[in-house]
C-alpha cells in the first residue's frame, strides 16, 4: 500500500494530528491484516510494533499469577496499542491480541518514538490518549464496583459497538465471560435479557445491535463519561498544557 492520506485513514487519533505531524509519521508506516487471535503486544516482552487499529477490535488482557484473566480495556480505530513504549518502559504485564479481525498501520517502535520526540504537539495527543485510557480503566472499576452484570454488560457492547463499524458484533460468549470476567452461562443469561428488550439479537458469534437507546437505558451511569472525557481531550480543540 502507497503511503497513506490523513483523509483517507479511519483511526481517530491518526486523523486528530496535525497535516505536518501525521506527514511524519506516516513515513513509517506499514499497512497489515490482523487476523483473529493474532498478538499485538504480548506480556512482558518488548513489542517492536505500535499498531493504529482502523478496522477490527484488539483486547487488553491482564492475567494473575494462578492463570486468572480478565479484559481490563480494548482497542479499535479510537486507538493504539503498544502506548507504554511513551511512557518509557519497553514492556507490560497486558497481552493484546486482536478479537475480531481487521486492519491497521504498524510503526516500529524506535521510529515512532524518535517521530513523537521530535513533535511536541504529536507527543501531547498521545500523552491525552493515555490519560482517556486511564479514564476509561478507572470507570471499567466503578462498573465492576457498583453495577450490576446486566448493565456492564450492556455498556462493554456499547464501548465495542463505538470501534466496530456497523451493527453486527463478531462478540463469542467466552470473549464476553472474558470481558465481563463471569461465567459463560451467566453471560448467555444476560444476553437473553436484553433481547427480551429487543435491545439486542445475539447468534452464534455474533451480537447485532438493533437499539443502541435502549442499551444506553440499561448501561445507565457506568457508560458515558469516559467516553466524552475521550472526546473532549482528542476530538475537540485542546490547548497545550504550559510546563514552563
Request: aromatic share 8%; hydrophobic share 40%.
Amino acid at each position: 500500500m502507497s503511503q497513506p492520506t490523513q483523509r483517507a485513514v479511519q483511526n481517530i487519533l491518526l486523523k486528530a494530528l496535525r497535516p505536518e505531524d501525521f506527514d511524519a509519521l506516516s513515513a513509517h508506516m506499514e499497512w497489515v491484516k490482523l487476523s483473529l487471535r493474532e498478538v499485538v503486544v504480548e506480556a512482558d516482552e518488548p513489542n517492536p510494533f505500535v499498531y493504529f487499529i482502523e478496522d477490527g477490535l484488539a483486547s487488553v488482557v491482564a492475567r494473575s499469577s494462578d492463570g486468572e484473566t480478565c479484559e481490563v480495556g480494548h482497542v479499535g480505530r479510537e486507538g493504539m496499542t503498544g502506548y507504554h513504549v511513551l511512557l518509557l518502559t519497553r514492556t507490560t504485564t497486558h497481552r493484546t491480541f486482536m478479537q475480531a479481525t481487521g486492519a491497521g498501520f504498524r510503526v516500529a517502535v524506535q521510529p515512532f518514538l524518535g517521530v513523537v520526540n521530535n513533535h511536541s504537539q504529536m507527543h501531547s495527543l498521545f500523552l491525552r490518549y493515555i490519560h482517556s485510557c486511564e479514564v476509561q480503566l478507572g470507570h471499567s472499576a466503578l462498573a465492576n464496583a457498583r453495577y450490576s452484570m446486566y448493565a456492564r454488560l450492556a455498556r462493554w457492547l456499547l464501548m465495542c459497538h463505538d470501534r466496530i463499524d456497523g451493527d453486527n458484533l463478531p462478540l463469542t460468549h467466552e470473549f464476553l465471560s472474558l470481558m465481563l470476567g463471569v461465567r459463560r452461562s451467566g453471560v448467555t443469561d444476560q444476553l437473553h435479557i436484553l433481547e427480551g428488550l429487543h435491545a439486542i439479537k445475539a447468534t452464534r458469534g455474533n451480537v447485532r445491535i438493533i437499539d443502541r437507546r435502549k442499551l444506553e437505558e440499561v448501561a445507565g451511569g457506568c457508560y458515558g463519561a469516559a467516553e466524552a472525557e475521550y472526546r473532549r481531550l482528542i476530538e475537540e480543540p485542546v490547548e497545550d498544557f504550559d510546563l514552563s
